[in-house]
Structures are given as structure tokens and as C-alpha cells.
């Protein structure tokens, strides 16, 4: 058997970490130890406990009791088990757990829909990604959502322990470990106990009689990332990055930009600059979009690890700069307008001079003094409109005061 299986708690008290799911009269407790149990979803990074719960409520009630794992059951192993209700084994009832429900598709959770509203199963699903976004709706309305979190790594240690006791027992051995190592350990593993067992494990094997922080900290090098480039922690990570940057918050940006790039992905981070670089710090500072590009070119051609250094400059940069988001808002408050069917007609004068309705009557501004005439340039049912409110930023208020200048 797998050390982390050995290991696995078997009860809520023994379980590391979540204790505002797992503590003596917390909600999700107590709905446990009630009797009364609902459809479950839980859902968090990996190696937080999920399965772990999912095994201790099945203790807790009368009921049979299926797993299968999303990742390779099909529709005809749920259906199996869905044909095992009304049979004298079932009598109480069905607990079915299903690991990893994301990566069934809408036929597949459709199919649990009859016999998870009747109450002839009852239904724990656990996932690594968001499940407001990955289970079908009707699926979600009839369950119950928890979120696991991350476990600190001082939850780890009693845990880790009761791991190295067991494979000395195991081996006969008398081998030693300090609290400093599996500190070192716990800490590197990203708040996922299964990985931090699993470290444990190769340190131990790597190990003579004692085990070694350094030799710890070797083994356990970027253990801790944690970066889906296709899941919620890549999104989640890139919206840090961005928040921040709109924040003026230059440390914290370069934080997110180290765990992105990092994780490997280059072309991300480069896109949300040029983004960021628009929305967030916009007419308060123009170049700033030239010098983004160019750090953003340089990354691109250089490659990673190099390309790390144009980013930083650029990351810093935007997250020190003045912010406006004036340019974003003028253009939504257009598109609003545009939505409502307004503004679809140009003015004649406005036309392409070989459009048929095009007339004469433009003014063409350059031959006014200050290159400024007044004429209507917006639709008729849109004149007098402002889309446009200019920032409170030394560049905008310049560019205002140039605007009431020329035009009186």
C-alpha cells in the first residue's frame, strides 16, 4: 500500500488542515454528524484532503458505498452502479463518490441528475478546479459546495511524522529526523500533503541514519509550484498579477510575475502587459505602451530564463506609473450607446466623398487657425454626447487644458 494511503487519517480530528471545514462546530461538520447527508462537492488544489473526507463520511453513514474516477470511468460504469439501487445491498441507499467530476462531460453528470434528486444516491464529488464553472448547473443547484485549502505547513508536521515512524517500522530502521527537515519539507510542498509524503519518502531512501535539511531541500526544488496552464491557478495567478499592477503594488507584482514565469509561461504574461499596459495605466502616461512593447519584443526573442529580466522592467514600471482607465471607459460608454441603436447613421458631410449620399459642407481642419474647427462630427441622435471624461493626471489635465484652448 502507497505510505500516503498508510498514512490517510481516519478521522476528521486527524486530518491536517481545514479547520473551517473540519473543526468541532464548523458547518460542514456538523451537517456530517447530524445524519443528515446531502450531495457534496468538494473542491481545491490537490492533495488537500478531498478523498480523504469523502472516506470518512462513508463511515459515518449507512450506505454502500462506489468510487470511481472520472479520468476513465464511462457512462456505462455509472450506469452500473445507478442499477444497483432498489437492491437488497442498497438499502439504505448509495453513497457514490466521484473523483475528478470535471473531466466528465454534460451527458455523463446529466445522468445522475433522477437518482441524486430522489435520494436514491447520494453524491460526493471532489475536483481540482473551479465547479461554478466545470459541473453541469443542474448538478451543482442539487449539491453542496466546500472549498479545501491549501494546508499550512505547520498543520504538515504531525503528519509527516507519523509517516517517518512508519517507514522506520517498516524497514526496521532507527533513522533520525529533525523537525527542521520536515519544516523544510512541508514548506516546500505548496500546502499538497501527498506530495509532501512523497518527498519525505525519497529523503528518507536518499537518507543515511539521519535525514538532512539540505539534502531535504534538494529534493523537494520547485515542489511547491503550482501553475495548471489550463486550470483556475494559471487565471488566478494572472489576475493577482494584473490586480496588483493596477494597485501600484510593484512587489507584489513582481511576486506573481516570478510564479507565472516560473510555471513557464512567457506568452501570458506578455499579452496581459500590452493589456495592462492600455487599461490600467493608459493616457496618465502613453509611453508607457511603447516601453512595453519594446520589454515585451526583447522577452519574446530572448526566450526564458533572459526574458525574465525585460518583464521585471516592464512589470515595475507599470506598477509604479501613473494610472488611468479613462480611454477603457470612454470606449464602453460608446459601446453602450451603439448597443441601444443609436449613432447608426454618419453624417452626410462625414462621408467617404464617393458614398451616393455623401454632400459638400466638411471643413477640413487645417486651414483653421489652431488646426481646430467647430463642426458636428457624432451622429444626429447622439450630439452633445461625452464619452470621454479626462483623468486626474498631469498628462490628461494637460491635454484638456490644450483642448479648451483651441476650442475657446
Avoid: W
Wanted: aromatic residues 10%; proline residues 5%.
Amino acid at each position: 500500500m502507497p505510505l500516503a494511503d498508510r498514512v490517510r487519517p481516519q478521522t476528521f480530528d486527524e486530518m491536517a488542515g481545514q479547520k473551517h471545514l473540519l473543526a468541532k462546530g464548523a458547518p460542514f461538520r456538523r451537517i456530517i454528524e447530524s445524519g443528515h447527508l446531502p450531495s457534496l462537492i468538494f473542491y481545491g488544489p490537490p492533495g488537500t484532503g478531498k478523498t480523504t473526507a469523502a472516506y470518512i463520511v462513508d463511515k459515518q453513514c449507512n450506505k454502500l458505498f462506489y468510487r470511481i474516477n472520472a479520468t476513465t470511468a464511462t457512462l456505462t460504469d455509472v450506469r452500473d452502479i445507478l442499477n444497483q439501487t432498489g437492491t437488497l445491498t442498497s438499502v439504505g441507499g448509495i453513497l457514490l463518490y466521484i473523483d475528478e467530476i470535471q473531466y466528465f462531460n454534460k451527458k455523463q453528470q446529466q445522468s445522475l441528475l433522477e437518482y441524486v434528486e430522489d435520494g436514491r444516491v447520494t453524491l460526493i464529488c471532489s475536483t481540482t478546479e473551479n465547479p461554478f464553472f466545470t459541473i453541469y448547473g443542474a448538478l451543482l443547484s442539487r449539491s453542496t459546495a466546500f472549498e479545501f485549502k491549501p494546508v499550512e505547513p505547520e498543520e504538515m508536521i504531525s503528519v509527516l511524522r507519523r509517516a517517518f515512524d512508519i517507514q522506520n517500522g517498516d524497514f526496521g530502521n532507527a533513522k533520525t529526523c529533525s523537525d527542521e527537515v520536515l519544516y523544510t519539507i512541508a514548506y516546500a510542498c505548496g500546502g499538497d500533503v501527498r506530495k509532501a509524503i512523497g518527498a519525505l519518502e525519497n529523503v528518507y531512501f536518499a537518507s543515511g541514519s539521519a535525514l538532512s535539511v539540505p539534502l531535504a531541500k534538494e529534493l523537494t526544488q520547485r515542489s511547491g509550484m503550482r501553475f495548471d496552464r489550463d486550470g483556475n491557478e494559471h487565471y488566478d495567478l494572472l489576475s493577482a498579477f494584473q490586480k496588483s499592477i493596477r494597485g501600484s503594488d510593484e512587489n507584489a507584482a513582481i511576486f506573481y510575475l516570478a510564479r507565472i514565469l516560473e510555471g513557464g509561461d512567457l506568452l501570458s504574461v506578455c499579452r496581459r502587459l500590452l493589456v495592462i499596459a492600455a487599461e490600467d495605466v493608459g493616457l496618465a502616461y502613453p509611453m508607457a505602451i511603447v516601453i512595453t512593447k519594446a520589454c515585451v519584443d526583447a522577452a519574446l526573442q530572448v526566450g526564458l530564463p533572459e526574458a525574465k529580466l525585460p518583464l521585471a522592467e516592464a512589470t515595475i514600471l507599470l506598477a509604479t506609473a501613473p494610472k488611468s482607465n479613462s480611454a477603457m471607459k470612454a470606449y464602453h460608454a460608446a459601446l453602450e450607446e451603439m448597443e441601444r441603436g443609436r449613432g447608426a447613421e454618419v453624417p452626410n458631410h462625414l462621408r467617404d466623398n464617393h458614398a451616393p449620399n455623401a454632400k459638400g459642407g466638411y471643413l477640413y481642419p487645417h486651414d483653421y487657425p489652431n488646426h481646430y474647427v467647430r463642426q458636428q462630427y457624432l451622429p444626429d441622435d447622439l450630439v452633445g454626447k461625452k464619452f470621454y471624461a479626462y483623468g486626474d493626471n498631469k498628462t490628461e489635465k494637460a491635454a484638456e487644458e490644450y483642448q479648451k484652448k483651441i476650442k475657446g
